[in-house]
C-alpha cells in the first residue's frame, strides 16, 4: 500500500459513514474514498462551468441586457440595455442614456461605445488622438476642452472604481448634429498632463469635417467645467 493510500485510509475511518467496521477490505475502503473525491470534483467542475456561462452571457453580449428591471431604467420597446467589461449603456425611464465607461479600458472598445449610444438613439462620434470640427464651427473650446452646447446633451458624475459616469439626453440635441468626443492620446496627455483629457463639440452629421491631429493647448487654470475627464 502507498503512502497515499495509507492517508486516504487514515482519513476516511473517520469520515465513510457507510464503512461500520474495520473488517471491511481495506481496498474497498480506498475505492470508496476514491469513487468520493471524484464525485466532488466533477460537481466542482460542473459549478465552475456554470458561473463562468453566467459571467460571460452578462458581460460579451453586445446588446445584451442585465439591467433593464433595475429601477430607473426603461423596459420599453428600443431601450437600450448594454454590459460589456468597458462599459455600460442604460436607457433612462427619462428617455436619457445612462453610461458608465473604465477609463483603462475604453480605449479597447470605443467603436463599441460609439454604436451601443447611436442604437440607444444618441449619435456620436468618438476618436482617439484626433480632433474634428464642422465648417461652421470656430474652434472655440473653455479650458477643459468643451465646445458650445455641449453641457446641454451631455453631463458628467462623479464614480468609483475608476470609472466615468455620464447621462446623455437626445431630446436635447440640435436637429442635424451629433456629439464629437475626441480623447487625448497617450502621447497628447503627457504634453496636457491630462488637462485637458478629451475634446468634446456638436458637429453636423449632413456635413464634411475638418479633422487634426492637434491637440488643444494644456489647461493651465483651475477646472470648471461639469464633465469630468478620462
Not at 468643451?146 to 446623455?168: Q, S, Y
Request: proline share 7%; charged share 20%; glycine share 12%.
Amino acid at each position: 500500500m502507498s503512502e497515499h493510500d495509507t492517508d486516504v485510509l487514515d482519513a476516511l475511518r473517520g469520515s465513510l459513514q457507510d464503512v461500520t467496521t474495520m473488517r471491511t477490505p481495506v481496498e474497498e475502503i480506498i475505492a470508496v474514498g476514491r469513487t468520493r473525491r471524484r464525485r466532488r470534483r466533477l460537481i466542482g467542475a460542473a459549478s465552475a462551468v456554470a458561473a463562468t456561462a453566467g459571467l460571460a452571457a452578462a458581460v460579451s453580449s453586445p446588446f445584451g441586457g442585465g439591467s433593464a428591471n433595475e429601477p430607473g431604467f426603461s423596459t420599453a420597446s428600443g431601450a437600450v440595455h448594454v454590459r460589456t467589461v468597458a462599459f455600460t449603456v442604460d436607457t433612462g425611464k427619462d428617455g436619457t442614456v445612462l453610461v458608465t465607461w473604465d477609463k483603462e479600458r475604453y480605449f479597447k472598445d470605443r467603436t463599441g461605445l460609439q454604436a451601443a449610444l447611436t442604437k440607444a438613439g444618441f449619435p456620436v462620434l468618438i476618436k482617439v488622438g484626433e480632433f474634428c470640427k464642422g465648417p461652421q464651427d470656430n474652434g472655440t473650446l473653455d479650458p477643459s476642452g468643451v465646445g458650445p452646447g455641449v453641457d446641454r446633451v451631455m453631463k458628467g458624475h462623479k464614480a468609483d472604481g475608476g470609472k466615468v459616469a455620464f447621462t446623455f439626453t437626445p431630446s436635447a440635441m440640435p436637429a442635424g448634429t451629433q456629439l464629437f468626443i475626441g480623447y487625448l492620446s497617450p502621447s497628447q496627455l503627457q504634453v496636457t498632463h491630462g488637462r485637458p483629457g478629451s475634446v468634446e463639440r456638436l458637429v453636423p452629421t449632413a456635413e464634411t469635417l475638418t479633422c487634426t491631429t492637434q491637440a488643444p493647448p494644456p489647461n493651465t487654470t483651475q477646472r470648471t467645467a461639469p464633465v469630468p475627464k478620462g
